[in-house]
């Protein structure tokens, strides 16, 4: 399941009947272990960062991003139902729906059910394209994400952190003038 686009998969067929679909697929249990460290991940923090709830109350892109995170994702795709053993539950059922109904729904010589292991050459077939000279890439996967959030964090918390620093150094220095 990619996002946002598995939120709205029949809208989109419904807009572009002929369509071709490309629906990736993997192991439930590896991809919920991977859900749960990265995008879950972040969107708990939103909730439960200062910092972070700070930086979304001040940024109208960073609110519509943690807006369309929930509203698509986590409400639309799972229900709501993310937390404790029944939401791992919920969130493997879904997985394994969606993947059956984009199955039964989408005519087979529409729909390529693909494994990004597999590289470009069932992809590039399907598309009716030849196979890139270039190697297969292989990005957004769990470590690379993970990384990318602790840069993140690094980058909202940094400024933060140094502009209190800075202010209490200043205010000390002065009390300490004054005061002696």
């Not at 909730?47 to 929930?70: E, K």
């Not at 297969?136 to 840069?151: G, H, L, Q, T, Y």
């Amino acid at each position: 399941m990619d996002f946002p686009t598995a939120g709205y998969w029949r809208e989109l067929t419904a807009v572009y009947p002929k369509a071709k679909v490309i629906l990736t697929i993997r192991d439930a249990e590896g991809w919920y272990a991977s859900v749960m460290e990265t995008i879950y991940s972040l969107q708990h923090l939103y909730h439960t960062s200062s910092i972070w709830r700070f930086f979304i109350r001040i940024s109208p892109f960073a609110r519509t991003m943690v807006r369309m995170h929930q509203n698509t994702v986590w409400n639309r795709v799972f229900n709501g139902i993310t937390e404790g053993p029944e939401g791992r539950e919920n969130l493997i059922r879904r997985f394994n729906e969606h993947t059956a109904e984009v199955r039964a729904t989408i005519p087979p010589e529409q729909l390529l059910v693909y494994h990004p292991r597999e590289g470009w050459g069932p992809l590039c077939a399907f598309l009716g394209v030849p196979v890139p000279p270039t190697p297969f890439p292989n990005i957004n996967d769990r470590e690379e994400f993970i990384a990318r959030m602790r840069i993140g964090k690094v980058l909202i918390a940094g400024p933060p952190i140094v502009l209190i620093t800075l202010a209490v150094a200043v205010v000390g220095h002065f009390a300490f003038r004054v005061f002696g």
